[in-house]
């Protein structure tokens, strides 16, 4: 089969709807998933609303800077689940101590890091993380230190998906969207066919290019 | 500078009065001779703690950090070197733990923030402060006790007295540690250096023969035939020997270290060529190259077991024991019989045999029981660990005749029919070995053996009828001694008298060795304690 006639084969509709579902619930975008429930009929499982709800809310907390909230929050949903994610658990409460600094409350972030992260020290694999923390308190500016990245709002969002995926595992529910797994799927294909054939015959997966149609 | 202290003192015009002044008086304050130190920096004015140690002290212990940053500042060259940005840390360490003890968080951070990155530590340092502000045990805000400030302050003085360049700051006991160079150089060129008794300083460490074995001391008679092996037992308290008379013969040392006859061991139809003494001297192995291997009790002079029986010509030609005193190994001269390891009792434990396992000329296991060197016929050296089965070989060019370990297990020496001793290491780092020659050796087996203080000589026997000495610094012979009328076989070098050798030889008798006459009498006053 010549991987170029991919346009003759055949997609059901319904596949892709509960694709893109799959995707919206996965998210948190719960509006939009009841708006394309009412367009397409793809049902939408009813006791997961609430679960929807609550993880919403917790992931916002994270993004908007309220890590403490968010771990509340998580410790109401699932009662083990940051035991038993300790590095999650872990990076939660570190991006509380960015927030203290950031807020200028140094003392709180002092007293804070002594009591709730120093104990974290213990353990060889936290260590140099929680030195590039604290090194925050150096700076005036924590912005302007080489340590920013720890403020910035992709690594928030980077510890908002981590806690996402790990509160889906723990209600049983796939971590990785089919959506983001095809994609996946394609990249590694991609790769395989140019290493087997050149680098000409097939260039790497680019979803940008493939959206552009 | 007054006193001609610009001067230079001894024979070479190599050493500076000064640096030569401020070591004494250093070395005055350290043996507890407060007022005669001080008194020599009084008279020499010469100060043993620089003036700019002296004001780094005083800004330390007052507590006044930019005053001594700045010292700190000028004393070190350039802000690349990691010394002085060491040092800064553990100053502005000390800073921020006070101003923390106090409760004053902001005044830490503004240090942190503002003035430390002016001194040019480098990041890593400003940010283990910052680590430090949250781990630090000493961090803990509490009673701003000032005891404990003091003490703080003290250690860090100390600390930072480490790291201080020369010549502000010298290391300690410089001139104990002058002199003790001096003497271990002198030991070092000490050839006939055999104790490890302290040394005189009133003149240059050089000992004599008086210090090794090189006097006949006893002859002792009662073999009747040629004498082929001699060795101490482990703890230097008796001593055995063989014979192509076939017998073997259990000697005691006495207290006056006269030598005495306890046992003779009979029972062996041909003649003996190797003995084996096991590591805790309870019992002592015998065998021969046309010989079965035996097992008798020290004690008693009982023979204890047979190993194999003679019909079968289970001929071993030498043997070894391991650590355990209760499991031995045995070699043959017949290929077929292979390597076998036995337990006391005579139960077979293992054994090597096969195309891989020709004759085994001489045999030996390391004093921790962990490696098996074996001489197979006749050039090839094998080193085998027993736990890793690794193996290491070493191929002569020239027939080996015997092999001997040193007590540290960490050296043997081969004798070659070539004349030679080679001495190799047994953790293997070393391409060549170190050779030793001087003696005579082409047509008989000819043994040799390490001994002294820390195996730092090797004696050798030798078919022009002289036992040979060397020191291992040294490939030519540092003592010739005569005395044996025919071929010495072998020697034994007594493991708890570094002052003590025997000697076997087929003249048929065994020499014992002690400590010659000085190279020139000498007396000397020892300390004398003042009243």
Known sequence: MDPRQFEHSVVDDKDIHSIVMSYLLHNCFNETADSLASCTGVKLPADDRDNIQRRKQIIHFVLEMKALKAVELTEQLAKDLLEKNKDLHFDLLRLHFVELVCARKCNEAIEFAKTILAPFGTVQKYVEKLEDAMALLAYDDPEKSPLFHLLSSEYRQQVADDLNRTILEHTNQPSYTPMERIIQHVTVVRQYLTEENGKDAFPPFSLKDSLKG | MENGLWELLGSKGLLKKHEFIRVLVQ?????????????????????YKSADFGLLEKQVLSGNWDSCVAVLDRIFDSSSDDTRNTALYLVLKQCLVEYLKQGDVSLALNVLRKQAPLLGMGKDKIHRLACDIVYSKEMESGEADSFLVQDLRKHLLVEVEKLIPLPIVIPERRLEHLVESAV???IDTCLY??????VSLYKDHCCGRDQIPSETIQILMAHKNEVWFVQFSNSGKYLATASSDCTAMIWKILDDNKVELKHTLESHQNPVSFVSWSPDDTKLLTCGNAEVLKLWDV??????????????GSTVSSCAWFPDSTRLVCGSSDPERGIVMWDTDGNEIKAWRGTRIPKVVDLAVTPDGESMITVFSDKEIRI???ETKVERVISEEQAITSLSVSGDGKFFIVNLSSQEIHLWDLAGEWNQPLKFSGHRQSKYVIRSCFGGLDSSFIASGSEDSQVYLWNLKNAKPLEVLSGHSMTVNCVSWNPRNPRMLASASDDQTIRIWGPGKPNKPEKWLDNQKMQ
């Open chain 2, 193 to 198: 250096h055999n104790s490890w008794d302290a």
């Open chain 2, 384 to 386: 085998l660990h027993l």
């Open chain 2, 299 to 312: 004690e008693t002079g009982v023979l204890r077991h047979t190993f194999g029986n003679n019909n079968t």
């Open chain 2, 184 to 186: 271990l150089h002198q």
């Open chain 2, 27 to 47: 070395c005055l304050y350290s043996l507890g001779f407060k007022k005669s130190a001080s008194c020599l920096e009084h008279e020499s004015n010469i100060l």
